[in-house]
């Protein structure tokens, strides 16, 4: 049987998209765009950050040769900043600057300030790759780098995001790398370079659009063949380095989701499925958020003192599967060799970053890399090209919380419900769905405009689940058919059995006393004040959940391995009506993938054990074909691609 793949992936059809507005040709082919990028972030295995200072094209030559032997086809690579454009500054009467030079008190040999000789080993360094066909994407301000600045002397102690004379040589920097090296076939994307919002201190939300607009413009007037991707981490809806702003101002955003640093991740151990589901919760918080294509740009375990070896081979693997699964551009490990062997900064100080490739230090493939090999030759056996996942419902998440904890959080509940979850901000015009999840909310909650725009959405149809933080939402008795009799602070904890017969305990800050006034109630507290309960409104309900349960579970370790998801699947309901297959066991994630004449179902296994699938179809429909794993059985972190047909 041919399965036909139905869409490009999000990164092809921005490239698409940026050249035929310019009138311009695409450098990479049809077949390639359609690609899940698949590698790692590159320094040479010799050199680490100074690899163009102690430039060694037999070593870098090597280095390729292996990762390409092991399938590794996209880098993120670096021009280093210090190198690339070592500007230094002349003085003169009373400290004042007088001009510039290179070292050595020289004339530059460009406009931009840039060494010759650099760019020289980077058109070498691009022709290497492309003789192994392997695709580039350029970080171009990399001023940071594993725990140091790389900064020109010149620029030394100045704020890099607002200061004249850094923006100007960052400019410099850029228009001078990509109009040098845009003719490279081997290069699919600029960054803007790597996390440069650890480069300084921005004051403003302001001030971060204005440098990342700079930095974009600057590439984009030299080349609108290839898309700007973001290179950011750490990004937030109403901070400073802010998800929507990048999303205006790039064409890919990125995730770095680091197990050990990323906030509320590493309460539980890495083989965990809070964990395993880190990396797609994440990408998919900022894909739908920032409304732009996402890839999974750094990802990685951080080395023997987190996990063994063979766990961090599963956690690859389930990655994998299951940010392919869920429409990430793709998915890049950090990095590709050991780094232990190296003495300057920042290896002399930082050990997190010595023990981090994917080949060890004899330049043997560790098990990690053995899993991307595997899963690359699977996607080019296989020759699969997923439609994108159709979605189930909609996070919505509120002002005044804790947004990417709360989305996390939701994300779990919702896939051990057996649903697939978009997210939208409040602020944002909210998409069409059949159901729409307002977790944990908080003061302010959202503006007049917005609530009422979600409240004609469940009045025509669609249901709404409500967790109560200490939300203060207007209408409230009319919208909920709940009234509210006395609210205030103080720690309540307690214990609730909920229809099926599961118990949930829960804890909350907040209290609200309740009374039904139309609403049923599904569960109750001890003292009998509502807990969870369903009224309509107008041809939809609300769900409503008297305790902030996704905000609790932030600090509960173990929670996900309690009944709590037994709330969403209650609250689903309908939805599991209109779903072509869905799993019943927690551990496995399902998404679906309609085509014009059949859905794909991927399974994932989000544990190191293997697990019964427990599948459930719709009426109607069946498995024509189990075209990669077991449809009855999970191997461990492992994956099931099936076919479904009608009839």
């Avoid at 890099?160 to 040589?169: M, R, V």
């Amino acid at each position: 049987m041919e399965h036909k793949g139905l869409t490009n992936s999000g990164l092809a059809a921005c490239r698409a998209r940026t050249a035929a507005e310019r009138g311009e040709e695409t450098v990479m082919n049809g077949s390639e765009e359609k690609e899940f990028m698949l590698g790692c972030n590159y320094w040479a295995s010799h050199a680490g950050a100074d690899m163009w200072r102690r430039w060694d094209a037999q070593v870098v030559r090597e280095d390729l040769a292996r990762l390409h032997e092991n399938g590794v086809k996209y880098l993120r690579v670096f021009p280093n900043w210090r190198d690339f454009q070592p500007v230094e500054a002349l003085y003169g009467e009373k400290n004042r600057r007088e001009g510039f030079c290179m070292p050595g008190e020289v004339r530059p040999a460009n406009s931009c300030y840039l060494d010759e000789t650099m760019l020289e080993r980077f058109h070498l360094f691009c022709g290497m790759a492309q003789s192994y066909g392997m695709r580039l994407i350029v970080g171009l301000v990399t001023g940071w780098m594993s725990g140091r600045l790389f900064t020109p002397r010149a620029l030394e102690g100045k704020n890099l995001f607002t200061d004249p004379e850094a923006l100007l040589f960052q400019q410099l920097l850029v228009k001078g790398i990509v109009s040098e090296m845009k003719g490279e076939a081997a290069i699919c994307a600029w960054d803007l370079g790597n996390e440069c919002n650890c480069m300084g201190e921005a004051q403003s939300r302001e001030q971060a659009y204005n440098w990342t607009s700079v930095i974009a413009n600057a590439i984009r007037a030299c080349d609108g063949s290839r898309p700007v991707i973001s290179g950011m981490h750490s990004l937030e809806i109403e901070g400073v380095w802010n998800i929507q702003d990048q999303g205006e101002v790039t064409d890919v955003l990125t995730t770095h989701p680091y197990p050990l640093w990323v906030e509320h991740c590493s309460k539980e151990p890495l083989s965990s499925q809070r964990v395993l589901l880190h990396a797609t919760a994440q990408t998919q918080y900022y894909r739908d958020i920032s409304q732009k294509p996402c890839l999974v740009e750094e990802i990685g375990t951080m080395g023997p003192m987190v996990c063994s070896e063979e766990i961090a081979a599963g956690f690859m693997k389930v990655n994998l599967y299951s940010n392919w699964a869920n429409g990430a551009e793709g998915l890049l490990w950090w990095c590709a060799y050991e780094q232990s062997h190296l003495e300057a900064p920042p290896y002399a100080w930082n050990m997190c970053e010595r023990e981090l490739g994917m080949f060890d230090a004899e330049f043997m493939p560790k098990p990690l890399l053995t899993e991307m090999k595997n899963f690359a030759q699977e996607r080019e056996r296989l020759a699969l090209n997923l439609p994108g996942r159709r979605a189930d419902g909609v996070i919505v998440l509120s002002k005044g919380q804790d947004h990417w904890g709360v989305a996390y959080m939701s994300y779990i509940l919702a896939k051990q419900a057996g649903l697939t979850l978009d997210y939208a901000y409040c602020e944002q015009e909210l998409p069409e769905s059949r159901m729409y999840f307002l977790p944990s909310v908080a003061r302010p909650a959202m503006n007049r405009e917005s609530y009422f725009h979600l409240k004609k959405k469940v009045e025509e149809g669609a249901d709404l689940y409500l967790s109560m933080d200490n939300a203060f939402l207007t209408e409230f008795a009319e919208f909920t058919g709940l009234r509210i009799l006395c609210a205030h602070e103080g720690m309540r904890r307690g214990e609730a059995v909920l229809p099926d017969g599961s118990g949930v305990t829960y804890e909350k800050t907040y209290h609200f006393s309740m009374e039904s006034v139309r609403a049923q109630v599904l569960a109750a507290e001890e003292d009998g004040n509502p807990l969870l309960t369903c009224a309509a409104y107008g041809r939809g309900h609300v769900y409503v959940l008297n305790f902030p349960m996704e905000k609790m579970l932030l600090d509960r370790e173990g929670g996900f391995d309690e009944d709590y998801c037994e709330i969403y699947r209650i609250a689903a309901a309908k939805v599991y009506a209109s779903k072509y297959g869905r799993s019943r066991n927690r551990k496995v994630g399902v998404t679906e993938h309609v085509t014009g004449d059949g859905v794909y179902l991927v399974l994932v296994n989000y544990s190191f054990d293997g697990q019964e699938t427990e599948l459930v179809l719709c009426e109607g429909w069946r498995v024509e074909e189990v075209i990669l794993g077991d449809e009855k059985k999970l191997e461990p972190c492992g994956a099931a691609v099936l076919w479904l047909r009608e009839g």
